[in-house]
């Protein structure tokens, strides 16, 4: 089954030990929604949770995980992963928001959080503009315990999107997600949006 829905392992049976989860797929997936939705149950189940974001991600606003249906959660937007490491107190669940941007010290930084016991959730673009692995997105899903790829619809044909296509071009790999800029595709679309841009 494809975008099955994630279910948590008892936290009773995790005492003390940490795990990775990572939430990863093309821009307008639901991502950040998938990561939001995790997070509330966590409160729910009366885990401390903490949200980071890098700081270079201001879309919309300073303080808060923004998803695009504006379902917000306050988060601590940092200058870069190390900063993540020094400022999760007493959490035990640990967010963290467009992980793609972050410097390469993440996956260091997720795995220190897991070791100490926090249950550590990325939400991230698996592949960037080109169709290439981003940032440390692929480092962090191959040590991960879980790995949820969540799907867009393609914009072009309405099948399954797992590509962020560009729609002008521009060499800013960090240029943020408006909806005039960029839309869902499937490979196939993708691949043929990127002949035409030649
Ligand atoms: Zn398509």
Known sequence: MIDQM???PR???HQKKGWIEVI????FSGKTEELIRRLNR????????EIFKPAV???YDENNVVSHNENAVPST?????????????????????EAQFFDDEL???C???AEKGIRVIVAGLDMDYLGKPFGSMPQLMAVAEYVSKVHAICMECGDLATHSFRKIDHDNLIMLGEKDTYEARCRFCFNKGMTEQK
């Open 57 to 59: 991600d201001i879309r």
């Open 111 to 113: 795995e220190k959080l």
């Open 11 to 13: 936290y009773s049976m």
């Open 77 to 97: 937007p940092v200058a870069n992963a190390l900063t993540i490491l020094l400022m999760v107190n007493d959490a035990t669940v640990v967010g963290i928001d």
């Open 6 to 8: 994630f279910i948590e």
């Open 42 to 49: 966590a409160k729910i189940a009366n885990q401390k949770v």
């Open 24 to 27: 990863c797929g093309s821009m």
């Open 107 to 109: 996956l260091y930084v």
